[in-house]
């Protein structure tokens, strides 16, 4: 199975790659839109600021080459918020795969959230062996809000998107590198897709 991992300098790529050769697979970090388009499963990650993220995306062309993969695509945290149409972020452009604006909190509570939290309401083969309440990574600022795509919820002021999916597209706004036995079963259950 190839398995490819986006590079365009604003992912948490090593230790994506880390949590993958736990469990004998080597994802393959490139930028090479061949290389892309010929994976089996794609890995979008993302840590940082949004525009600064498109920017890069728009000058290696991997703006328009994303949004059309075929493939199973899994994006992290900020991948996952740069899959939908907007975010509040910057007022920043997302790849529009996703028709739906990311939200900030408020500054009624602790901005970014950091640490464990729980997740539920969870509806996709994604979450396989994975229990509900089960405790998941997150540090964010930004969230995508309840949606008719969202397959994982969790709560943080308001409920939200804690996954969402559309197609061949799956977006986690949390950490499953980070998230100890359940981010890497999730990890396994994307590559079994």
């Known amino acids: 199975m190839k398995i490819v991992q986006i590079d ?6 090593k230790n994506i790659q880390f949590a993958f050769e736990r469990f004998g697979y080597l994802p ?4 090479d839109i061949d290389e892309i388009r010929e994976a089996d499963k794609v890995i979008f990650p993302g840590v940082g600021e949004a525009s ?5 995306l728009k000058k290696s062309g991997l703006d ?6 075929k493939q199973p695509v899994l994006g992290i945290c900020l991948g ?4 939908c149409e907007l975010t509040e972020e910057n007022s920043t452009t997302g790849l529009g795969v996703f028709p739906l604006q990311v939200k900030r909190f408020s500054n009624a509570v602790k901005v970014p959230q950091i640490g464990w939290n729980k997740i539920y309401g969870l509806k996709s083969q994604l979450f396989d062996a994975i229990s509900e309440n089960e405790y998941m990574y997150l540090v964010h600022s930004y969230y995508v809000p309840l949606c008719e795509e969202t397959i994982a919820r969790c709560d943080y002021e308001l409920p939200y998107s804690a ?3 559309r197609d061949n597209f799956y977006g986690v706004q949390f950490h499953p590198e980070k998230s100890s036995a359940a981010g890497e079963q ?8």
Do not use: C, E, H, W
């Not at 365009?8 to 790529?13: R, S």
């Not at 393959?28 to 930028?31: R, V």
């Not at 996952?80 to 899959?83: A, K, V």
């Not at 999730?186 to 897709?193: G, Q, R, W």
């Open 186 to 193: 999730l990890l396994k259950n994307f590559l079994a897709l």
């Open 163 to 165: 996954a969402i999916k």
């Open 28 to 31: 393959k970090l490139t930028s």
């Open 8 to 13: 365009y300098g604003a992912g948490n790529v």
């Open 80 to 83: 996952m918020q740069l899959l």
């Open 52 to 56: 600064n993220a498109m920017d890069k």
């Open 64 to 69: 328009r080459i994303i949004p059309a993969l």
